[in-house]
């Protein structure tokens, strides 16, 4: 790819590019410099009888968070930070599968894109090389009698040279692995267009349509692992894919274990 500067974000931009794919699925665009936190944005700003989604992107988070009130590293330079709403048609109890169907989204794009080698760690993390490429988090609010999902993605585009990451696997960016995309508005576009999309499809037709893709990206298939919870071992063996719910499978020894998604980590089994 040729090493053009990233474009500004820029609402107009995204508008335009999400309205070229798909004129239905415009939704109301807030693009900020800087934000405590994109989710958090969202969540704070659904309001009772809105039909449009809302998608907010920021150049940098001071409060960015991942899964179990983790954080997640913000910086300015060039990366992907994105929420946007999506009113489900489900309860709270089938939304656990969710973070797989947007991170094999993810997956889809960036293969479009002509990013290769990207893999997926359950629940909702996406690696290059086995290291952090993007996460994920999903978060919920109720409202009368629907539930409004709110999607977070941040993808490490670009991280400056020197700024540090802190991640159980560590960290990749795309212009690492010599991938310098032109214009973040076209990904970001694209990004929410999938999204939304394959979450429709996972509303009416379950995880199950999706699991042999998303099994074929697993990078931990087949490995001796461990899970953790609360910095507690509770589970190790040989971790066997997910079921047709997005459970995460684990044989340890004659048994097969069902891990749901929540405050757990997966890690090599070899790790500290």
Same mark, same amino acid.
């Given at each position: 790819m040729n090493s053009e500067q990233s474009h500004k974000l820029s609402k107009e931009r995204i508008e335009s590019q999400i309205a070229s794919c798909s004129a239905d699925m415009v939704p109301l665009i807030h693009v900020f410099e800087e934000l405590d936190s994109t989710n958090q944005w969202v969540l704070d700003h659904l309001s009772a009888g809105f039909e449009q989604s809302m998608l907010c992107v920021a150049e940098s988070q001071i409060a960015g968070r991942g899964r179990a009130g983790r954080s997640w590293c913000s910086p300015s330079g060039g990366n992907v930070y994105m929420s946007f709403s999506h009113v489900a048609m489900m309860t709270r109890g089938n939304v656990s599968a969710i973070s797989l169907v947007v991170g094999l989204a993810v997956v889809r794009v960036l293969s479009k894109k002509g990013v290769g080698g990207v893999s997926l760690k359950w629940p909702n993390?996406? /690696?290059?090389? @086995?290291?952090?490429?993007? @996460?994920?988090?999903? *978060?919920?609010k109720a409202r009368n009698s629907e539930l409004v999902l709110v999607i977070g993605v941040g993808i490490n585009v670009k991280v400056p040279l020197d700024f540090n990451i802190s991640s159980e696997t560590g960290w990749i960016d795309l212009s690492t692995k010599g991938?310098? /995309?032109?214009?973040?508005? *076209?990904?970001?576009? /694209?990004l929410y267009i999938e999204c939304q999309k394959m979450i429709d499809e996972f509303s009416h037709s379950g995880f199950l349509v999706f699991r042999s893709e998303w099994m074929s990206h697993d990078y931990f298939a087949g490995k001796e692992v461990k899970i953790v919870d609360r910095e507690k071992i509770i589970h190790r063996g040989t971790e066997m894919g997910v079921d047709e719910e997005g459970c995460l499978l684990v044989r340890s020894g004659e048994e097969i274990k069902r891990v749901f998604s929540g405050d757990v980590s997966l890690r090599v089994n070899n790790e500290s």
């Open positions: 993390d996406i /690696l290059i090389d @086995g290291r952090k490429l993007a @996460g994920i988090l999903i *978060e919920s991938v310098l /995309l032109s214009d973040r508005n *076209e990904l970001i576009s /694209l």
